[in-house]
């Protein structure tokens, strides 16, 4: 096979490495694959359009009808609307009902703050439950029941609490409905409605939130003046009130996950490539916390998850300053608070109203846009705080307040949609738990606890203006978020185009290979250190992989058994990705590793360390036992220490030792990392058949080697690297002709090296033949 020298050799096959004597079939195969490849290569740029961006031309839909096409219609958006508006309320009772509460139940400012300040604390574990619930099962519609209707049950507890921790219980109990929030409300609205009105279908959903926190004073007011309730009639009212809401659940629809934007993907690239729904090439499923760990790699979701951190920061400890500014400075009464804050709240219905249709416009033409107007308005909240406090006129500060809190309102569906639009739909549940996490636990007890004494430190009105430079933080990483949100959508969308190119490929009888890397980037935090990496491996066979110091050999290897996560690409085994399962899972592959020097449990003994690698075969105790037999027989030095530490064994027999686990798991594929490290040349000899002997048994190895001399006898094809990338892909022979790639200390090694095992390399090539 031509070597390459950019490594740009297609990974999704390995046609070229079937014997010459089937040259045509091995033409035909790669025209299929290159004709198969050069189409999905012209989806990704189509996909975009699916996900409601790169058409800029095309004229926004109306409200109406965008909804109509959608088919959820406006109920679907304006039964959760209600839902969190109810929630709202019963938080806004909870907090300006407390001192009549603390009064009756004789408790403490100290102890009514812990038991109702935890209901968000709960809220947030409420949230992973549920994310955890939908990952496993679905039935979204059903956790919103629930929710809703706990919610109200809660709050019609606590009218009829006594002490301490029947109200605790009672209140934990009136969460879940703002756990369900990001678990549940926000990727239904996403997976519920077309693309290019999710903006304003989010910014509906938010204008819930926003009418609770409205409607919360003047219905407590109501309750409380008008009809002359006490605080428990006032709380079982807005209980029975949340229950009554709850039922309008019952006729929910749950939208099918990525039904408007992912699954119209996978549809078209199965009419453009004839795709006739095979099953190879389905991802393998991931679990709660491998997806957890998926979308956090996501650049842009880190950066707006700490965003919103930072927005928690500011939100909760401004609305207590503002009430203790508006008693102090304005000396505003309990009425009069109340009044000033639900109409400085109202200026966010108008701006979610205004700002719906620009974001849609925003993220049709381009997400980034959407971004840099996020990070545009945090600058905005931090000016309107400042004009807030230090323009001593009640009508700016009520302006001033109210734009503030218009702009935080606004913030949370425009992070909310570009965060959950570069996700894959089944994992935007997760992605919302950890939004809320950031949000609520992370910011607001962040806010909580290191602002929270700033009031009687400088003054509420100094305080509030000091909340203006954690918003200007949050700009600065918002703003930077810009430029990586295109690159992480593409990313989802290739891999949505890819699985369903392998699955094509599949239906054409096209042979996959064991492994493939396909464009792999991996960073140690911010330093990357492979680009674009491909590499193939096909079943029984045994591959080289050579480089100087630092080229990324053990990176790479890192990333095939799982121990690292990519940044970038995807590792597939016979056209399943397993990009992101733990290394545990990739061992039922039969995937394992072998790392230098570094791969035996010192205080075990040799037969206690074979029994360790034994636990893959489960309670089948033949096989376990059979693998045992089998390595002390090909190596006979560890039977004679099988009682001994491993620890006190030489280097050369700890390398047997490690050789010899692979006799007990039965790899499918092998990864070796510096099998001669320090090692004599009669040990290392040893060590070479056995590898031969292990590749023979069916087991592909892929060998990581400094040493030319060393890889050479052992393979006939190889890859070589330097920086990070691929430099060369080709028949190892070849690799000789390439001196730009192997320095003199090389060719030298590889010389001898070559020269001392022609006949063992010959007999090796014919046997895999």
């Known amino acids: 096979m031509a070597s390459t ?58 409200l109406g009808a965008a909804f109509q096409v959608s088919q959820a219609g406006w109920f679907l958006v304006l039964a959760l609307a209600a839902f969190v508006a109810v929630d709202q309320a019963v938080t806004f009772s909870l907090s300006v009902l407390g001192p009549e509460i603390r009064s009756t139940l004789g408790l403490s400012e100290a102890a009514y703050g812990i038991a109702v300040s935890q209901r968000a604390t709960a809220a947030v574990l409420a949230s992973f439950q549920f994310a955890g619930a939908i990952h496993l099962r679905g039935h979204r519609k059903l956790l919103v029941l629930n929710a809703a209707i706990g919610t109200g049950i809660g709050a019609v507890l606590c009218a009829f609490t006594s002490s301490f921790w029947p109200l605790f219980l009672a209140v934990a109990i009136s969460s879940p409905t703002a756990g369900a929030v990001w678990a549940c409300h926000r990727p239904m609205v996403m997976d519920g409605y077309i693309p290019q009105v999710r903006v304003r279908a989010m910014c509906l959903h938010q204008a819930g939130i926003v009418a609770g926190a409205v409607l919360g004073p003047v219905l407590v007011g109501a309750l409380s003046g008008w009809a002359g309730l006490s605080w428990r009639g006032v709380i079982l009212v807005v209980g029975l009130t949340t229950v009554i809401v709850a039922l309008l ?50 650049p842009t979701v880190r950066a707006l998850l700490i965003a919103l951190a930072v927005l928690g920061i500011v939100v909760t400890p401004l609305l207590t300053y503002m009430s203790f500014f508006l008693k102090d400075h304005w000396r505003m009464g309990l009425g009069a608070r109340s009044a000033f804050l639900g109409g400085a709240w109202a200026f966010a219905l108008p701006a979610l109203a205004w ?41 700016v500060a009520f302006i001033g307040f109210g734009v503030a809190l218009a702009i935080s309102a606004l913030l949370v569906p425009s992070l909310t949609v570009v965060m959950l639009s570069i996700v894959a739909p089944k994992a935007r549940p997760v992605a919302g738990a950890l939004a809320a996490t950031f949000l609520v636990a992370v910011g607001g007890l962040a806010g909580a606890m290191l602002l929270g004494g700033l009031d009687r430190r400088f003054g509420p ?151 360790v690698q ?96 060393v890889a050479l006898s052992l393979v006939d094809h190889a890859y070589f690297m330097e920086k990070g990338e691929v430099k060369f892909d080709g028949n190892a022979s070849d690799l000789l002709a390439r001196p730009d790639l192997l320095r003199s200390v090389f060719l030298e090694g590889a010389s001898k090296g070559l020269a001392g095992t022609n006949g063992a390399s010959a007999t090796s090539r014919q046997r895999r033949r």
């Open 5 to 62: 020298a950019g490594g740009r050799r297609r990974p999704l096959v390995a046609a070229a490495r079937r014997p010459q004597g089937h040259l045509e079939e091995i033409r035909a195969e790669e025209a299929a694959v290159e004709a198969v490849e050069t189409a999905a290569a012209e989806l990704v740029g189509a996909a975009r359009q699916a996900v409601g961006t790169g058409a800029p031309d095309t004229p926004q839909l109306r």
């Open 249 to 298: 659940a019952i006729w929910l629809r749950d939208p099918a996950p990525g039904r408007h934007d992912t699954d119209a993907i996978r549809e078209a690239v199965r009419s453009k490539l004839g795709n006739g729904g095979a099953a190879a090439g389905d991802a393998a499923g991931l679990r709660f916390t491998e997806t957890l760990r998926r979308i956090w790699l996501v």
């Open 355 to 395: 700002f719906g249709p620009r974001g849609d416009a925003m993220f049709r033409r381009d997400p980034a846009e959407l971004v840099a107007a996020s990070a545009r308005l945090f600058v905005l909240l931090a000016a309107a705080l400042a004009v807030s406090v230090l323009i001593p006129l009640m009508p």
């Open 461 to 611: 009105g100094a305080a509030i203006a000091i909340l203006a430079f954690p918003a200007l933080v949050a700009a600065a990483l918002v703003r930077r978020a810009a430029g990586t949100v295109n690159a992480d959508l593409d990313q989802m969308l290739s891999d949505v185009v890819e699985e369903e190119e392998i699955r094509s490929l599949s239906h054409r009888g096209t042979r996959l290979p064991m492994l493939a890397c396909r464009h792999i980037d991996f960073s140690y935090g911010k330093l990357q250190v492979l680009f674009g990496v491909n590499f193939t491996v096909d079943d029984d066979e045994m591959v080289a992989l050579l480089g100087t110091n630092g080229a990324g050999k053990s990176t790479l290897l890192r990333v095939v058994s799982g121990l690292g996560l990519p940044t970038g690409g995807s590792v597939r085994f016979h056209g399943t990705d397993v990009t992101y399962l733990d290394p545990e899972r990739r061992l039922a592959f039969g995937m394992g590793q072998i790392p230098g020097g570094k791969a035996v449990f010192g205080p075990l003994s040799v037969v206690e360390n074979l029994q």
């Open 614 to 709: 034994g636990y893959s075969h489960g309670r089948n105790r033949r096989a376990v036992n059979a693998g045992l037999e089998a390595a002390f027989d090909a190596f006979p030095r560890l039977a004679e220490r099988r009682n001994q530490p491993s620890s006190t064994l030489s280097g050369g027999e700890q390398q047997m030792l490690a050789l010899a686990s692979a006799l007990v798991v039965k790899y499918r594929l092998l990864l070796i990392d510096e099998l001669s490290l320090g090692l004599a040349p009669k040990v290392v000899a040893e060590l070479l058949e056995m590898v031969r002997r292990i590749n023979a048994a069916g087991t592909a190895v892929v060998l990581v080697e400094q040493s030319v001399n």
